[in-house]
DNA sequence: CAGTTAATTAACTATACGGTTAAATATAAA
DNA sequence: TTTATATTTAACCGTATAGTTAATTAACTG
């Protein structure tokens, strides 16, 4: 098995996944309630593996209930991966701030945001 | 192929990937410089196939000058994998204040930090 | 030109992944 | 006890992934 970043990012990998993820932000869910916009496009066993996926790498826990599984969305995980991103923060803004060098020689003018000067 | 994110996320769901990036994250290397700490590990042509999925995902960009191949980190992807996972901040926050409260019941004292008072 | 260095491509292998259908499990309801 | 509902497991399939070794490309160097 993988370390817990690999985990959680390839967890992270599958729209269908980010998309349950998505509908578990906004409440506890059971597997059919889950599942049911996308039983169009695959079968209600997809989901079950697309759940454990989510459940190994800690992203959801299910509590069963009767015949029902509630799932709920664990944030643990996310912290972590949000946290490694966070050093590369700098890489992002950059590019920014070459677009917004680049926005000058274009139109002469100044994008709002943070402009820490590059000269020449 | 994929949508931007899952690549993106796929991307970054490997540790020698990760590494890589760390490295650039420190400056341009060539592809030797990148391989030379894995190459107990793996053979040269593996970490070719490692920038090429981090080339793929649009995570760095080669430029060729005589027979070195010079690698640079972008951090757009990263800008967009990290707003998706700002959506979900509150999650993590929220089992923060779930142990605050815990931490609360045990010791009769607050941690310092939110606290945005979930009574009862 | 011959040789060296840097990196990629080709061909192959093993395993993981995402899906399927069919069968099994577990609880509730009649 | 049978039947219905919710979900998982098993067995299978095709494709993708991560690695290998060997051969190839490309540029520089003596």
Redesign the pocket.
Same mark, same amino acid.
């Given at each position: 098995m993988q370390d817990h970043l690999s985990q959680t990012f /390839?967890a992270l /990998?599958?729209p269908?996944?980010r998309a349950i993820l998505a509908k578990l932000s906004k409440g506890e869910a059971?597997?059919?309630?889950l599942?049911e916009p996308f039983l169009k496009?695959? /079968?209600?066993? *997809?989901?079950? @593996?697309?759940? @454990?996926?989510l459940e190994k790498a800690g992203l959801i826990t @299910?509590t069963?209930? *009767?015949?029902?599984? /509630?799932c709920k969305l664990n944030g643990a995980p996310l912290r972590d991966a949000s946290a490694w991103m966070e050093h590369y923060r700098v890489f992002w803004e950059e590019s920014f701030n070459r677009l917004d060098e680049y926005l000058k020689t274009v139109t002469g003018k100044v994008s709002k945001g943070k402009r820490n000067g590059r000269k020449k």
């Open positions: /390839s /990998s599958d269908t996944r059971n597997v059919s309630d599942a496009d695959m /079968s209600l066993p *997809a989901i079950t @593996k697309h759940l @454990k996926v @299910k069963r209930e *009767a015949q029902w599984r /509630s």
